[in-house]
């Protein structure tokens, strides 16, 4: 009768209600990486992100790049959206003037009406010429001053007069007009050059 009272306490008989648990435990315990894949696998993250870097970099300095040329263009086009029009004025200028230098020279004793006709369109084209620079339209006389290729196109060359360096403008028929900066119309100059003819 003890026999059968007493517990069986063989390996067989041991409870199994832990077994489960021992398992799950078991099952998420992570498995040691070797150290060779470890450090491969931190290279190529490593290799990933400056890929990246690389690549976000780039981009951002060409969005820069695009946001600078389009507010260039911007400003071009306002700055410059006038230039026709400014071109058409300034040779309304230009005619202007050769009207005025049609007029007879001042001089002593002329008739009053001449002096008064030659003071009120010099004073129409005072007037002109600050309208016009205000809006960034300027007038550059050549004549006197060495040739500016960026401001002067020759129409002719003469041997330089007496105490005059050669490449000087010697006459100017038109001045030349900038707007903002940029060329509108460039002068029309002779200028002085050394071994030239007279019907150069």
Do not use: C
């Not at 959206?81 to 400014?86: E, L, N, P, S």
């Not at 001089?107 to 309208?131: P, Q, S, W």
Request: aromatic residues 4%.
């Amino acid at each position: 009768m003890n026999d059968r009272n007493t517990p069986d306490m063989s390996p067989d008989a041991v409870p199994q209600d832990n077994a489960p648990e021992a398992a799950s435990r078991e099952a998420t315990q992570p498995l040691p990486e070797q150290p060779a894949d470890a450090m491969a696998r931190i290279a190529e993250l490593e290799a990933a992100l400056a890929e990246t870097k690389d690549r976000w970099m780039r981009s951002e300095a060409e969005m820069q790049n695009l946001r600078a040329r389009t507010k260039r263009e911007v400003e071009d086009a306002r700055q410059y959206a006038v230039q026709k029009f400014a071109r058409d004025v300034v040779e309304a200028a230009d005619n202007l003037r050769r009207g005025l230098d049609a007029l007879p020279a001042a001089e002593e004793g002329e008739a009053e009406l001449l002096t008064k006709l030659r003071g009120g369109f010099e004073g129409v084209e005072r007037n002109f010429i600050g309208i016009l620079e205000r809006n960034g339209v300027v007038r550059h006389d050549a004549e006197g001053k060495p040739f500016d290729p960026d401001l002067h196109q020759a129409m002719a060359q003469q041997p330089p007069p007496e105490g005059v360096a050669s490449g000087t403008v010697i006459q100017a028929w038109t001045p030349a007009w900038t707007l903002n900066g940029r060329l509108l119309k460039p002068a029309m100059v002779v200028v002085a050059g050394e071994g030239v003819s007279e019907t150069a």
